[in-house]
């Protein structure tokens, strides 16, 4: 296994959101400019090692997330021109969010090689927004999204529902405005109040701000329904995309692909092979091998900000293919049948048919026939709404007993 994508972390914003639990530090400001002082020249020199050790070599697609990634204004394209330098990545997607998006922030980032912008949007009602603690209005966002389309790039946008004060009619409207801006794709997700944040904290105190899971479902059903018959396909539980824009990032995910995480709290997944070869790059790596002679697969994450902690978590070839049917469940083509015989090799074909058994009478899952005439068994809708119902069955064929 080669790694064919790669995912740098800012962990910066310019303000934190009600909602968000993701390792990112709200700055601005001589702070936030001290503080990226010293995290991109890290950034850098790792993306330099893991180019020298020739792990980029065969790099498809760049993902940069955060926090903000926008918040580095142009130090972003030098960057993106780093990366370039080790790798032809035919996809390279920034996140912004509208804030610290504009036009010519837009230009250098397209100069500099990035294709696809996927914007924080999350709603285009101002209410709903100030109520979750966003810096944007709406006028904003489509004001982002209009500069990212004009400097040529595939513009997705991110919708949030669940919101506090959000309706069925508000839902409705922020989808159709989003939709008649022509973003070529679109992901959905709904509201998670995580412990510890402010939202989480007023919702103790205002039970009605906890989000509905029949609103949310609704919500859902409302975002096939309209993105459907504007051309999109659901390829996955939370993404849209007109024909030919699915992200292809995010597929290496769902699809037992090797990635590399760059930055701190970015996670990787490598085989065997790789991880041997790549070792050296990653203190404690090497250790952990010799003690998992079984491990198939590795996945860490990079504690902090100089990349001398990480986590490891070791798969044995069985945990592996079980982890990949399971990623395969959240793709609207679900995972073919040839992979499910592969998995009988190491499962046992009994586990494997009662998973599937288990999966169709649930109703979360049926055999299709897809295009090329390649029979899958795919999640229903039902199997979306209760994925980890479904994800579970899948998981569970990693334990032996
Ligand atoms: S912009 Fe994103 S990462 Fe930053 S605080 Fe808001 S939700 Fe979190």
Redesign the pocket.
């Known amino acids: 296994m080669s790694i064919s994508a790669l995912y740098l972390h800012i962990p910066f914003?310019h303000?934190?959101?009600a909602?968000?639990d993701?390792d990112?530090r709200?700055l601005r400001g001589s702070a936030l400019e001290r503080a990226l002082a010293d995290y991109v020249p890290r950034l850098i020199d790792r993306i330099d090692a893991f180019g020298c050790a020739g792990a980029l070599r065969f790099v498809d697609t760049v993902y940069i997330g955060?926090?903000?990634p926008t918040v580095l204004g142009w130090a972003l394209a030098d960057i993106v021109a780093r990366v370039r330098s080790w790798c032809d990545p035919v996809e390279v997607t920034c996140e912004a969010?509208p804030e610290s998006f504009d036009g010519s922030l837009a230009d250098a980032l397209a100069c500099a090689g990035v294709t696809r912008i996927s914007l924080?949007v999350q709603s285009l009602d101002d209410t709903e927004l100030v109520g979750i603690?966003?810096l944007h209005t709406s006028a904003r966002a489509l004001e982002a999204l209009r500069c990212a389309r004009d400097a040529g790039f595939d513009v997705s946008c991110d919708l949030m529902c669940g919101l506090p004060g959000q309706t069925r009619a508000s839902w409705r409207e922020t989808l159709q405005r989003l939709i008649a801006e022509r973003p070529c794709h679109v992901s959905v997700y709904p509201l998670t109040l995580e412990e510890g944040t402010p939202l989480a904290r007023r919702a103790e105190r205002e039970p009605a701000l906890v989000p509905s899971e029949d609103f949310q479902a609704d919500c859902m059903e409302e975002s096939e329904r309209q993105l459907v018959c504007a051309g999109f396909h659901r390829y996955e539980v939370a993404s849209y995309a007109q024909p030919g824009h699915a992200c292809r990032h995010n597929l290496a995910y769902w699809t037992g692909r090797g990635y590399l995480g760059i930055g701190r709290s970015s996670a990787g997944m490598v085989d065997r092979a790789c991880a041997d070869r790549l070792a050296g790059l990653f203190p404690g790596l090497a250790g952990r091998l010799e003690a998992e002679p079984d491990a198939a697969r590795v996945r860490f994450v990079q504690r902090d900000d100089a990349a001398e902690r990480f986590d490891f978590e070791c798969l044995t070839e069985r945990e592996a293919v079980a982890e990949d049917l399971m990623l395969g469940m959240r793709l609207s083509r679900g995972v073919a049948a040839v992979d499910l015989e592969h998995a009988t090799h190491l499962c046992g074909s009994h586990a494997v048919d009662e998973a599937v058994r288990a999966s169709r009478d649930l109703g979360l899952a049926r055999w299709v026939d897809e295009d090329g005439g390649a029979r899958c068994l795919a999640p229903t809708e039902r199997g979306w709404l209760l994925g980890n119902e479904l994800y579970g069955i899948f998981w569970g064929l990693a334990d032996p007993s």
């Open positions: 914003c303000a934190k959101c909602y968000c993701f990112s709200g955060g926090g903000t969010n924080g603690g966003r």
